[in-house]
């Protein structure tokens, strides 16, 4: 069994910076594409970015150029980077793990989740 633990989130005014981290425990992490999704106030949960095993990366339209996500094998963490943030940034931010290696923009797609970690940007 897999566990995603989601942190760094917080409130940040608008064109700032957020970092989170997404800690996995269990094996085979390495193996397996990991990506995060949001959930804007009233919305639908959407895709952010993944990253596949061999560190191939893909990211939503409304994020490229913004975000940035990266994994570190050897911690099991997921980090996503977030520069220039905007108010339509905010919701809350899961991290979800396939147990496969390529990487996909549907939430469907994806067997483990987080709990989630509240991003609210002021405007």
């Known amino acids: 069994q897999v566990q995603l633990v989601e942190s760094g989130g917080g409130l940040v005014q608008a064109g700032g910076s957020l970092r989170l981290s997404c800690a996995a425990s269990g094996r085979a992490f390495s193996s397996n594409a990991m990506g995060w999704f949001r959930q804007p106030p009233g919305k639908e949960r959407e895709f952010v970015a993944a990253?596949?095993?061999?560190?191939?990366?893909i990211y939503a339209d409304s994020v490229k150029g913004r975000f940035t996500i990266s994994r570190d094998n050897a911690k099991n963490t997921v980090l996503l980077q977030m520069n220039s943030l905007k108010a339509e940034d905010t919701g809350v931010y899961y991290c979800?793990?396939?147990?496969?290696?390529?990487?996909?923009?549907?939430?469907?797609?994806?067997?483990?989740w987080g709990q989630g970690t509240q991003v609210t940007v002021s405007s």
């Open positions: 990253i596949s095993s061999v560190a191939s990366t």
């Open positions: 979800a793990g396939r147990r496969f290696p390529s990487s996909t923009v549907y939430s469907r797609d994806y067997y483990y």
